[in-house]
């Protein structure tokens, strides 16, 4: 016994060693300290982003609160008509001077993950959250969310970048910068750190988990500084009046579903017409701006985030009847706000539409079970995370968001089974979130798994074989007549093909500018090579 307790710090030793070796190696000290870094530097420009919005909105409205309905309405109306089209041409002109087709979102940053968190540029991103921030300013209907989560992505890739992060540690950065967004946007850090995982990275692997909080916290703590402890939405003390509610739940879960995919279609139809309507860029969001105007004349509520009307629901103070008006309208606002290439987000609106649904579904329930219905408050809450949850699909982090935003953990049941029964039906009829149909228009399948997006993102270019100098010249080559041959952009998709339609164990690879010049050899082992580790690789980073 004594030589086994005097072998045992040497035991020890032997076991830890390495694993405090592969901890140092991977740098995981170092992205620890610049996940924190990302999470000030994150906060700071969410503070940044909100104050600009407040400024801007105070121009015309005389009011920088989340109060723009009320503002709205001690204005003239002829002012609530066109200054969000004066707004627009000022949106559309800097999207014409910066080249920019639209403002960044949640969308970019996946994308950004997909290839590797190195394709955010600094200055663009910050000249999107400027349109933003004009944008949500001049009452465009949409979120802030979105954008403030590609400004925190594009802030922590740039600084991961002058750090010479590894590649997993780069993606990792990039979902340090969303979950402070996140956090300091709504206030809501395990949410924050959470939808980092489940949107962006897409898997709750070890070595990121850490940064990703640490860097979440970070920017709660300097926001809350700034803007309170608070969460967004103060709520009353919910209770729900009988179990033989959890029918009504379940099939609130069932239209949130219909509502979050109706949603989404408006959105993804409206955004086509515009696509194939050709007028100049710098005229889309006057246009649009002039349409969501004529709107909030008469339902002023629709402008902005809309923070009040959600709130006003929230606290059982809005009709049925201006609850279905408010469905339709922002559902058509925000649809013309994205179309017409304003900057804006969708978990906001998503939120809103949730209460509305929500809220009108509870006055209807309490009218036909008066005594087993409880509030319509509870109702619209459960509504707001049923909504978003299959819209943005993020079941998990919706849920958490919506204990963090509004203080209100009794419902915990309830919510689970809304949220749920809603995000699944949502997979059953669209079969994709919101932010998948962006990227699938784009030609990235992220949600297919990592061998679909392998083989239709990786080019000929990253496994082909270049000639050397002491190589024979190759043959001139007939392009029209000769045998099969590659490019350098070809996909391994068409390469894989190529080999196996042919037998081929080797195929040449032309220069596109002359196609009778062969620059490279791409072989068939190579490029199975290069797929399995590329397979591999992202297998560890998933467990690790």
């Not at 009452?139 to 594009?154: D, F, N």
């Not at 649904?357 to 219905?373: C, D, N, W, Y």
């Amino acid at each position: 016994m004594p030589e086994i307790i005097r072998r045992l710090p040497a035991l020890v030793f032997q076991w830890v060693r390495p694993n405090i070796s592969m901890f140092l190696s991977t740098r995981q000290p170092q992205l620890w300290v610049v996940a924190l870094l990302i999470g000030l530097c994150v906060s700071i420009a969410a503070i940044i982003f909100r104050e600009l919005i407040g400024f801007v909105q105070l121009a015309w409205l005389l009011d920088r609160s989340e109060n723009v309905a009320t503002a709205a309405r001690n204005i003239p109306w002829y002012v609530v008509l066109i200054v969000p089209a004066a707004g627009g041409l000022l949106i559309g002109i800097a999207l014409t001077f910066l080249e920019a087709k639209r403002a960044g979102g949640v969308a970019d940053v996946i994308e950004a993950r997909a290839r590797g968190g190195r394709n955010l540029d600094f200055w663009p991103g910050v000249g999107s959250a400027i349109i933003t921030a004009f944008s949500l300013g001049f009452g465009a209907s949409a979120g802030r969310e979105g954008p403030m989560v590609h400004l925190g992505a594009t802030i922590s890739s740039s600084i991961g970048q002058v750090m010479r992060i590894p590649n997993w540690g780069q993606r990792t950065l990039l979902a340090c910068g969303v979950a402070s967004a996140i956090s300091a946007s709504f206030n809501t850090p395990i949410a924050g750190a959470l939808f980092a995982h489940e949107v962006i990275l897409g898997h709750y692997a070890m070595r990121s988990f850490v940064p990703v909080v640490l860097s979440s916290v970070a920017g709660t703590i300097l926001s809350r500084q700034w803007f309170g402890e608070s969460a967004a939405f103060i709520i009353p003390d919910f209770q729900i009046s009988s179990y033989f509610e959890f029918p009504a739940f379940a099939l609130l879960g069932f239209i949130c579903a219909i509502v979050g995919v109706l949603f989404q279609f408006a959105l993804i139809s409206t955004d086509y017409v515009a696509r194939n309507i050709e007028i100049p860029l710098w005229s889309r969001p006057a246009i649009g701006g002039l349409m969501i105007g004529a709107i909030a004349v008469f339902y002023p509520e629709v402008l902005g985030v809309g923070y009040e009307a959600t709130d006003l629901a929230l606290h059982n103070k809005l009709p049925i009847l201006m609850m279905l008006a408010l469905l339709i309208a922002k559902t058509a606002a925000t649809s013309i706000t994205l179309a017409s290439r304003f900057g804006g987000g969708i978990i906001a609106p998503s939120l809103y539409l949730g209460a509305m649904t929500g809220g009108a579904f509870g006055l209807i329930a309490a009218s036909v079970f008066p005594e087993l219905a409880s509030s319509q408050g509870i109702y619209s809450l459960l509504g707001m995370g049923a909504v978003a949850a299959s819209v943005i699909g993020a079941p998990i982090s919706t849920t958490v968001m919506m204990f963090e935003l509004t203080g209100g953990y009794a419902l915990t049941v309830a919510l689970l089974l809304t949220v749920s029964i809603s995000a699944g039906l949502n997979q059953a009829i669209h079969g994709r979130s919101f932010f998948q149909w962006q990227l699938e228009a784009r030609g990235l399948l992220v949600q297919d798994g990592p061998h679909q997006y392998l083989v239709k993102n990786t080019r000929v270019a990253d496994f082909m074989t270049l000639l050397s100098e002491d190589d024979d010249a190759p043959p001139a080559f007939d392009f029209e007549n000769d045998a099969a041959s590659l490019l350098i952009s070809d996909t391994l998709e068409h390469a894989l093909r190529m080999f196996d339609q042919g037998g081929h164990e080797r195929l040449p690879v032309l220069d596109a500018q002359d196609k009778g010049k062969i620059i490279a050899w791409a072989i068939q082992v190579n490029a199975l090579s290069y797929f399995n580790k590329a397979l591999i690789d992202a297998s560890e980073e998933e467990h690790k």
